[in-house]
């Protein structure tokens, strides 16, 4: 690969795919920054003309924006937080030795899956119903009042179920991460007289750091976008409203492409602060 | 204080039984050294005394004081490892800290304490790196710094040296002699290298399927084989073995002689072959020989002795040097 040629030839031979991911990307990104700026209302006379900033004053001026990031942020954090500290209990229960491993693993991984709707839609109809539901079983068991969980505690709920989904992939991968380690490090800690919860926070935890690192990232990306569940669940209700659900109910449910565009805009630069954020916080685990 | 005593010790994974019940005794400030080929259950004994695989059967006395059920690190021994098992994410410092910090023990002794064996191992400019920046020698030194700070009352060595070059591994090998003559604690040493056996050990237990061949010296092992396994597993090259005619004139069912103590001569002797490839060590010349009948004997000849390939040679086994066996392969 070291000549002209060959190395001309490379740069053909990837143009189509890389022109491909551009377009891919740089389309809709253009496309949402022009709509920002335009007045634009389908149902009603369509595209209006240049609005200047007007859509991201009024995005951001409406009273639902800062509950919404809030909201975003909340879920974020919440999911995250509980999957990688039951993930990494998760993975070391399923590295012992059992029987019926294999089965366990699966069952495990399941969740995983159970498209978000249909997760969302068992959970809501299944579990959390007041009426009909198992919670609400086990409640009047105990003679207490069932909870209305969408509504009383519906941040909890959304935050219950969408951890459902994705612990299978935070305990995945942290079960792989667990079972690199050098079982000799582990003997050699026990006969250092290390117990197990120093042998966990000494040896465990730091050979899972880069591990816990990807999950966090990866569980991020997909985490500020989740929509399915709130828009089966609450519909946005009991503010649950994150701003990726905020967008969608000001270009469709509003018919307000421009509005959204402005919104989708800002989703842009939230989600890019986490990522520095989160860069800066775990990223440096990724070096070495 | 070092003394082990191990009385009808015996561990099976499920129905394979791989150590059947053993006794031995180790005594204080001994160089032990468990020797015998793949598998054999050496590491598995080691692990058995360290505590990091549960008895079968059979109990552990260790200084005196039943041991069988005791945890790892209530034992009071130290164990280095072969792949080192150092802490990667942890500097040289920390690593050879760790001990002493889950002891307990106040940081300033601690520190005193790192210090001398960082001397006494040639680590102390290497204290805060990590083990990744470390060479296998150094690692090495690192995880057997670990053990020393400990002060235990016996090492464990597992296989130390099999993953350093041959010229390391010389230099390790007497580094280790070395710290056992200056701390003088009870030392046992797996290797299936029966070199490292015969130079380091006061007392080498060769194993074989789990059982013990014998217990001896390294010169006692040499000279007085108990039987022919033993025979052939020590000594660099192998002992050869011949059946038949020779053996049968010597009232035994086969007889050994190791190669070093065969006379070469190009007139007449016992037995008479062709020279097959020749080794020139410089100090040493090993030749393969095949003899009339088809078997190959190993010979150790001084540098000196000049043959060709093919050419027709007799040899004649040093009379006092012969051991002889039964049929049963143990010694007459």
Known sequence: MATQQSRSAARLMMAPAVILLLGWMLVPLTMTLWFSFRKYLPLRGGDLGWAGFDNYTRFIGSSSFWPSVQATLVIVGGVLIITVVLGIILALLLDQPMWGQGIVRILVIAPFFVMPTVSALVWKNMFMDPVNGLFAYVWKFFGAAPVEWLSQASMQSIIMIVSWQWLPFATLILLTAVQSLDSEQLEAAEMDGASFLSRFWYLILPHLARAITIVVLIQTIFLLSIFAEIFVTTGGAFGTKTLSYLIFQRVLESQNVGLGSAGGVYAIILANIVAIFLMRIVGKNLDA | MGSIKLSKVSKSFGDVEVIPPLDLEINDGEFVVFVGPSGCGKSTLLRLIAGLEDLTSGAIEIDGTDATNATPAKRGLAMVFQSYALYPHMSVRKNINFPLKMAG?????????????????????????????????????????????????????????????????????????????????????VTHDQVEAMTMADKIVVLHDGYIEQVGSPLELYERPVNKFVAGFIGSPKMNFVSGASAQKRNADSIGIRPEHLDVSAESGEWSGTVGVSEHLGSDTFLHVKLDDGSMINVRASGDLKVEYGEKIFLNPQEDRVHKFDAQGLSI
């Open chain 2, 105 to 189: 023990m106040d940081q300033a002794e601690a520190d005193k304490r790192i210090n001398a064996a960082a001397k006494v191992l040639n680590l102390t400019d290497y204290l805060d790196r990590r083990p990744g920046q470390l060479s296998g020698g150094q690692r090495q030194r690192v995880a057997i710094g670990r053990a020393i700070v400990r002060e235990p009352s016996a090492f464990l060595f597992d296989e130390p040296l099999s993953n350093l070059d041959a010229a390391l591994r010389v230099n390790m090998r007497l580094e280790i002699c070395d710290l056992h003559k200056t701390l003088t604690t009870t030392m046992i040493y």
